[in-house]
């Protein structure tokens, strides 16, 4: 009989555990303060499970006891059908296209019944769970480029199939994975080259297009000029120069036009040009000519979720309104509030201080989180770690930034607190796993 395991509290961090516990029951308060509805009683509109925060109890507890049976389960399990799991997850999203219901724009949606379930949401822990075991293989060289492109394709895969399925937003979150890979000796070239092609959307967002073309041609000529004795040994390094001005002119003139006229949809378009201040080109939009608008107010429903959603999160100050007592979150004037804009329910209701709080439990969280990643001996665990930390870091990143503003509205929920099942059962999943894993440090998973 193995005695590695006697008892399913051995080895277990319960600091991740009373964390959990802790943010997922902010959640539940932040959705019942955002969608009370007075004159119910309390008790009774909990056990009819009618109410979207009795619905969100019963998926905390559902994910509960799948965490439970997660912990009583083999680590190697984990590992041993990692790649099973991304098969599976991967069918889900190809099941999603004959089988969706529209929702609000996406297409990313399977109704049965009255439950809904989001397989893009789901497919995060079956890509975790397949980029650590690929890392973690004894043949596996990440420093050769074939590993490292095999490993991109591990998670831009099910990153394609959700933006076909109109769910950009959470498509971006699998690039979060390669925070992972770049812990694992991904070339920081890689990274820069990224952060500077993004640098480059928004510059051609901000600036006119023959403006940013004339800018781009300085800029490559004076590196031919600081550069010139190089050029004069290796013939190469001019070449170089040009390709790259030419990819560069190349994305600005027509890489961001196609994705914006072909990719994006109307109000992907809006949240983004919104959220830099500027009006969106006519010609962005599909389905509406230049001549439907004369005369016409250009109306940004994006500006308008935005700023209510900074007036609610301001209305706060130091010590918030008080549950129950917040007026733009309470009366409906912020869209999507026990959604994308949960934030403003906590804001509102429990100022500055209560939305610190949260943000200093979620710091807490994730550095704690690196700090079980650093001290695993098997790869696997390291980079499954790492993999549940890129994942929430990006969700809680974006969604604070975009509530106030600072990132466009691309609609990630808040992770433990934005309401939605498959959002709470995939973030509880990623964790337990974590906390299995991590109860066998010591052992060496492949």
Avoid at 210 to 238: C, E, P, S, W
Avoid at 288 to 304: H, V, W
Avoid at 417 to 436: E, K
């Amino acid at each position: 009989m193995n005695q590695r395991n006697p008892s399913i509290s051995k080895g277990i961090d319960w600091r991740l555990i009373w964390l959990y516990f802790l943010i997922s029951g902010i959640g539940i308060t932040a959705i019942f303060g955002a969608t009370f509805v007075e004159g119910d009683d309390v008790i009774t509109s909990f056990l009819t499970f009618r109410t979207d925060y009795s619905k969100q109890f019963i998926f905390f507890i559902l994910s509960v006891i799948i965490g439970v049976f997660i912990l009583v389960t083999d680590s190697k399990f984990f590992a041993a059908t990692a790649n099973l799991w991304y098969a599976f997850g991967i069918l889900l999203l190809l099941l999603v296209f004959p089988f969706h219901t529209e929702i609000k724009g996406t297409e990313s949606i399977i109704r049965i019944g009255g439950f809904q379930f989001q397989p893009a949401e789901f497919c995060k822990i079956p890509v975790c769970l397949a980029l650590a075991k690929y890392l973690s293989l004894n043949e596996t060289d990440f420093s050769k480029t074939k590993s490292q492109l095999i490993a991109a394709g591990i998670a831009i895969l099910p990153a394609l199939m959700a933006i076909l399925q109109k769910e950009t937003g959470l498509a971006l979150v699998y690039f979060s994975f390669f925070l992972v890979m770049y812990r694992e000796g991904l070339p920081s070239l890689i990274l820069v080259i990224g952060f500077s092609v993004a640098a480059l959307v928004v510059l051609t967002l901000l600036l006119e297009k023959n403006t940013l073309a004339i800018i781009l041609t300085v800029f490559a000529g004076l590196t031919v000029y600081n550069m010139r004795r190089q050029i004069r040994r290796n013939k190469g390094i001019l070449i170089n120069i040009i390709l790259i001005w030419a990819l560069c002119v190349g994305i600005q003139r027509f890489g961001v036009p196609f994705i914006f006229k072909s990719v994006l949809q109307n109000h992907q378009v809006e949240r983004i040009y919104s959220t830099i201040g500027k009006e969106v080109p006519i010609e962005y939009l599909k389905g509406i000519e230049e001549s439907d608008m004369a005369g016409k107010p250009r109306l940004n429903t994006a500006d308008y979720n935005v700023k209510q959603s900074k007036i609610a999160i301001g209305s706060g100050r130091l010590l918030g309104r008080g549950l129950l007592k917040g007026t733009q979150t309470r009366y409906d004037f912020v869209p999507e509030q026990r959604t994308d804009f949960i934030f403003c329910t906590i804001g509102e209701g429990f100022g500055f201080v209560g939305s610190m709080v949260l943000i200093l439990v979620y710091l807490s969280l994730l550095f704690l989180i690196i700090t079980i990643a650093e001290r695993q001996r098997s790869t696997f665990s390291r980079v499954y770690a790492y993999g549940v930390a890129g994942v929430l870091f990006f969700h809680i990143g974006i969604n604070l930034a975009m509530t106030i503003g600072l990132a466009p509205v691309i609609g990630i929920p808040l992770p433990f607190v934005s309401y939605g099942g498959t959002s709470l059962v995939t973030f509880s999943i990623l964790l337990f796993i974590l906390v299995r894993l991590d109860a066998d440090r010591q052992m060496v998973i492949r």
